[in-house]
């Protein structure tokens, strides 16, 4: 025998599989949609502020700045939704502000280097003039 023709089943049927997809379809796009990387942006800070803490703008300003301006592009992804980038950018930050932390603390040293180089050869003339007074 054959079944009867039912319209209200059919467009039941349609209508629960489309909701079904559209569902499927929104959660999929909400899953997909990245956080913001607020841990990387943080540390980012982090590293400017101590850098800069570290006078990195007398010693390492190209690399301080750098730092600064991967910072701001971060965070301008972050306002474009674009996440992987502001994630890249605020890593490629950090990094930019640990090298001029690193490049001024080489600095310094430098300078202390200098200066007990300096106070080793007074002490060295001091020295020898003594002897040649004796």
Known sequence: MLKAYRPQAVIRSIVVTVGLVG????????ASTPEPPVAALAEARVAITTAEKDNAAQYAGPAL??????????NAAVDAKQMIEADRHARQARI???????????????????????????????????GDQQ
């Not at 700045?65 to 971060?74: G, K």
């Not at 502000?97 to 001091?126: C, F, I």
């Open 96 to 130: 930019a502000a640990e090298l001029a932390s690193a490049r001024t603390e080489a600095a310094k040293a430098a300078e202390v280097n200098q200066q007990m180089s300096k106070g080793a050869d007074m002490l060295n003339e001091e020295i020898r003039r003594a």
């Open 23 to 30: 569902t499927a379809l929104f959660l999929t796009a909400c």
């Open 65 to 74: 700045t750098e730092a600064r301006q991967q910072l701001a592009q971060a």
